[in-house]
């Protein structure tokens, strides 16, 4: 079987704060292979970023790692030096920020910043990076690229923007490209041109996909996976279809009874009641079962672990233990679970 090309090992993050310390990400664990693209997809405050960043080594000076690897074929960067890091950042793994403006310096022009991403990593000629910062604003598809690199990042649109930090990342052909919320400054329209665009560029090269995003309908239609963090920890992760149409965890339930869709009738989005827990003081046994009207008693009392649905689906949910009663999803949820297995047995199955 072939090596991951990034293996996050029981990954647990601390912070120290006034508050005292607060564990931000608890034992989480996941893989990426080549050209798969995985959503992580949460509330904000749920470890989504934190986790992505400790993979970059940019955790804040209050932050430690407690346990856990983070392998990049193999090597754990967790163990290398800053100067080595410095190497792999920018280089093998990259990370497009949510807000393209402050990623772009605004003193320089953008044709010039793409050449400096190159040259940082790359011993490359001045004319042979000027022709690859051309080709790439080419390929994430601005106009007239020969005038635009002598522009200036105020001078463009939001869109525009993000697409030349897209540009910026991927001068070096990185292994790993994470995408940390890429489209929620953008409108729409722009959101899903950025996605498309990501998803085009993924069939062009060889790059896997960390997509970091609150949203799961951004993601529908661009992750081979998805994993759901609450609380600092993975509640539920699978293949795409397997979570959107066959999910298990109540949590997971909600943010897709949250989610808007472009269904003919007229539907009641279903907020998820409460608020996420504070990381500094956890409840007892399941963090997500004060908002859970499918809680058990099992869960103000032992968190869950993660259970098999499937080779490839797992979900930390209590309802999937053998001894508990069998509870209904909400109705919109088993009609999605009728839908893909209907489609499933047509096809006569996967």
């Given at each position: 079987m072939d090596t991951p090309r990034l293996e996050v090992q029981n990954l647990s993050i601390s912070f120290s704060t006034l508050a005292g310390r607060v564990?931000?990400?608890?034992?989480?664990?996941f893989s990426l292979r080549e050209r798969e693209t995985l959503a992580i997809v949460g509330e904000s405050g749920s470890g989504k970023t934190v986790t992505c960043r400790a993979v970059m080594r940019l955790?804040?000076?209050?932050?430690?790692?407690?346990?856990?690897?983070i392998l990049l074929e193999g090597l754990d960067?967790?163990?290398?030096?800053?100067?080595?890091?410095?190497?792999?950042?920018?280089?093998?793994?990259?990370?497009?920020?949510?807000?393209?403006?402050t990623s772009l310096d605004p003193t320089m022009r953008i044709g010039r910043q793409i050449e400096e991403a190159l040259t940082l990593h790359r011993p490359v000629s001045r004319r042979e990076a000027r022709r690859r910062m051309l080709e790439l604003l080419e390929l994430v598809g601005l106009e007239d690229p020969s005038r635009r690199c002598r522009q200036y990042p105020h001078e463009f649109s939001g869109g525009q923007r993000q697409r030349i930090v897209i540009a910026i990342v991927l001068a070096c052909d990185p292994k790993v490209l994470i995408a940390?919320?890429?489209?929620?400054?953008?409108?729409?329209?722009?959101?899903?041109?950025?996605?498309?665009?990501?998803?085009?560029?993924?069939?062009?090269?060889?790059?896997?996909?960390?997509?970091?995003?609150?949203?799961l309908g951004v993601v529908a239609n661009v992750a081979d996976r998805v994993a759901v963090m609450y609380a600092g920890r993975i509640v539920e992760i699978g293949r795409s279809?397997?979570?959107?149409?066959?999910?298990?965890?109540?949590?997971?339930?909600?943010l897709l009874g949250a989610m808007p869709t472009l269904e003919k009738e007229k539907r009641t989005l279903t907020p998820i009641p409460g608020?996420?827990?504070?990381?500094?003081?956890?409840?007892?046994?399941?963090?997500?079962?004060?908002?859970?009207?499918?809680?058990?008693?099992?869960?103000?009392?032992?968190?869950?672990?993660?259970f098999p649905v499937s080779k490839t689906h797992f979900a930390a949910t209590w309802l999937l233990d053998p001894r508990s009663p069998c509870v209904k999803p909400p109705a919109a949820i088993e009609k999605r679970r009728a839908e893909y297995f209907g489609r499933m047995e047509h096809h006569g199955g996967i």
């Open positions: 564990q931000a990400v608890r034992g989480v664990s955790l804040s000076k209050n932050a430690s790692i407690d346990s856990g690897r960067v967790l163990s290398v030096s800053e100067k080595q890091m410095r190497s792999i950042r920018g280089n093998d793994i990259s990370m497009i920020f949510q807000d393209p403006m940390d919320e890429p489209t929620t400054a953008l409108d729409v329209t722009m959101q899903a041109q950025i996605i498309d665009l990501l998803k085009e560029l993924q069939r062009k090269i060889s790059t896997s996909v960390v997509f970091i995003t609150h949203d279809d397997e979570v959107f149409y066959d999910p298990r965890h109540p949590y997971t339930w909600g608020s996420p827990p504070g990381l500094a003081d956890l409840p007892p046994g399941d963090p997500f079962a004060p908002r859970s009207p499918y809680a058990l008693e099992v869960d103000s009392l032992y968190e869950p672990p993660l």
